[in-house]
T-cell receptor
Framework: KQEVTQIPAALSVPEGENLVLNCSFTDSAIYNLQWFRQDPGKGLTSLLLIQSSQREQTSGRLNASLDKSSGRSTLYIAASQPGDSATYLCAVPSSSNTGKLIFGQGTTLQVKP | DVKVTQSSRYLVKRTGEKVFLECVQDMDHENMFWYRQDPGLGLRLIYFSYDVKMKEKGDIPEGYSVSREKKERFSLILESASTNQTSMYLC?????????????FGAGSRLTVL
């Protein structure tokens, strides 16, 4: 059974730092992997989706990488800002293209001014 | 701008009450999902639907039912609310095929059962 783990559970950094969030999954036969952002008390917003055939995806200051063989993905945030403070979750499909996602528990990021 | 709207942001109910959580999407998506989110447990899939009148159980369907009478609306029903159903409930939708895993989420409904 697929399991998704995110470490650390919480992270606090000063503004301007580059940082890396980690996501690991137990079954490497994934269809794709997504990173989401969740602000306190709100729903989830999709940030990046990496297909299984891709190694990385970039959107602005965000870069997500995928290493299927090792069961790992990282989300790199460059030049962090207080507005980046949120919980970041990664998710993989339970099977192919179904929309049924298995989520990690998230990393709560605080960027201090 | 695409939207998934959950009608109630905050609800407080008593044990044994029947609870309806409504979700409406305006994107003409076939797929709709209900997740619940709890500290330490993350998001877990309750029910999903790939078409009108169709529903399938997710990982934790016990104590819940759903209704999909119209394509745009997916309702989650707690027949007899219990305190262990206190949680944040998130509705999501997606299109079929290659876009199935690109979920658009609603803002969430935080339910407290006393």
């Amino acid at each position: 059974k697929q399991e998704v783990t995110q470490i650390p559970a919480a992270l606090s950094v000063p503004e301007g730092e580059n940082l890396v969030l980690n996501c690991s999954f137990t079954d490497s036969a994934i269809y794709n992997l997504q990173w989401f952002r969740q602000d306190p008390g709100k729903g989830l917003t999709s940030l990046l989706l990496i297909q299984s055939s891709q190694r990385e995806q970039t959107s602005g200051r965000l870069n997500a990488s995928l290493d299927k063989s090792s069961g790992r993905s990282t989300l790199y945030i460059a030049a962090s800002q207080p507005g980046d403070s949120a919980t970041y979750l990664c998710a993989v499909p339970s099977s192919s293209n179904t929309g049924k996602l298995i989520f990690g528990q998230g990393t709560t990021l605080q960027v201090k001014p | 701008d695409v939207k998934v709207t959950q009608s109630s942001r905050y609800l407080v109910k008593r044990t044994g009450e029947k609870v309806f959580l409504e979700c409406v999407q305006d994107m003409d998506h076939e797929n709709m999902f209900w997740y619940r989110q709890d500290p330490g447990l993350g998001l877990r899939l309750i029910y999903f639907s790939y078409d009108v009148k169709m529903k399938e159980k997710g990982d934790i369907p016990e104590g819940y039912s759903v209704s999909r009478e119209k394509k745009e609306r997916f309702s989650l029903i707690l027949e007899s609310a219990s305190t262990n159903q206190t949680s944040m409930y998130l509705c999501a939708s997606s299109s079929p095929g290659s876009g199935a895993n690109v979920l658009t989420f609603g803002a969430g409904s935080r339910l407290t059962v006393l």
